[in-house]
């Protein structure tokens, strides 16, 4: 395994305020369907946790980085983090405390992209 740069890409419904953020949590997993950290059930959802104490439960997750977001409707991106795979599977969990929305119309919107880095040997 070697690490990646994480890259968050974060569109809004309307332009959010200056200075709020979306916080990106990741749980790793050997399975992408059961035997997931923090209550994570592998499939799209509002995430509740073990659906009682969100906020609890994301603290068993590993905290990626925050993108911080500016006043402007246009897509945000940032690279935030540089993490080290820790399982075969990752599943992302946002925290949206940003002032508005994150856009969700027709799924291509945001993205969370792990890039492999290349490392090189110079003489």
């Not at 949590?25 to 073990?50: C, E, I, M, R």
């Not at 994301?58 to 500016?70: H, P």
Request: a negative charge; charged letters at 15%.
């Amino acid at each position: 395994r070697r690490s990646s740069d994480l890259r968050a890409y974060i569109e809004f419904h309307t332009a959010p305020t200056s200075g709020g953020t979306v916080d990106v949590f990741l749980g790793w997993s050997d399975s992408a369907t059961g035997n997931n950290p923090a209550g994570l059930s592998g499939s799209d959802a509002a995430y509740a946790g073990y659906g009682t104490d969100a906020d609890g439960a994301l603290k068993q997750l590993e905290f990626a980085g925050s993108l911080s977001v500016t006043n402007n409707i246009a897509i945000q991106h940032a690279v935030i983090g540089i993490v080290m795979p820790k399982a075969r599977y990752c599943m992302v969990v946002l925290e949206n405390n940003a002032s508005v929305n994150l856009a969700n119309t027709d799924g291509v919107e945001s993205a969370i992209v792990l890039t492999p880095l290349q490392y090189q040997i110079q003489d």
